[in-house]
């Protein structure tokens, strides 16, 4: 992963002031990814 600029996490917190949802107080969204060797892709790993 190192060197090429692919994503592989995201842990995003969001306001709900800036989303203009004044009822939300954050919102959080997290999604992780992994590399598949048969596509070439960087794929989302489905967390339950």
Sequence with gaps: MEDTWAIYGIDLDIKGY??????????????NFSYNITEKLWVKIYNH
């Design 18 to 31: 800036r989303m203009q949802q004044p009822f939300l107080e954050t919102m959080k969204l997290i999604q």
